[in-house]
């Protein structure tokens, strides 16, 4: 489907990774505008006007309402073009989908996020995307690591008894665990472990997935 939508984006942001693999997934195209985070466009009055927690991404509606929040942003989108169903459809299913996408990012995402903002020297006095600025806490970055490790862990034991993340059918928890690897594989060299056969298998099946060059 073609819409209207506007969606504010940055292309090596993993949070928009997310949110683009979601849209080849459902086949929804929308025009995307990009905002160039290294020239610190987040903070222009324009972006802030639009997001004034300074953070891609952003979708826009046909009314100008504007949605931050990936998980906000994957709602809406599900709702609004039910066909190919990410989050579940029954009230059982969006239940589970919804608490697996948050284990994902809550414990993966946002882990292999603290750990790469308390250790890169260019976030220096940015350790938390936002409006605010916060000193980076370097102690922050063994503890991350370790997350990361166990978050490899748990999903593998996950993945050694359901075939995806929230169990027999594909979700937006797989896309939400899938780009937590590639985040923490590219940022932080944390690969998954090679003994871990589950997640490599589902890793593999999901690489082939045509929306996941997204
Ligand atoms: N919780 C937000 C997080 C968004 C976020 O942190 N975006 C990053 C890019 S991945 C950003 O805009 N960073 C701007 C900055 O670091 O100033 C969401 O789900 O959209």
Known sequence: VTTDLKLHQSNGSPNLRRVRIFLAEKGVALTQTPVDL?????????YVAINPRRVVPTLVLEDGTAIGEVPAIMRYLDEAFPETPL??????????????????ELEGFAAVMETVRNRVAGLKDRAIAGPHDYA?????VDRGLERVRDFYADLE???AEQAFVAGPAFSAADITAFVTIAFATG?????????NAATRRWHDALAARESFSA
Do not use: H
Request: proline share 7%.
């Open 187 to 195: 940022a932080l060299q944390l690969d998954i472990p090679e003994a």
């Open 157 to 159: 034991a996950r993945l």
């Open 136 to 140: 980076q806490i370097p102690a922050l």
């Open 87 to 104: 989050l579940g459809s029954s009230p059982k299913e969006k239940a589970v989908v919804q608490m697996w996408e948050r284990r994902m």
């Open 38 to 46: 290294g020239a610190k466009e987040q903070f222009s009055d324009a």
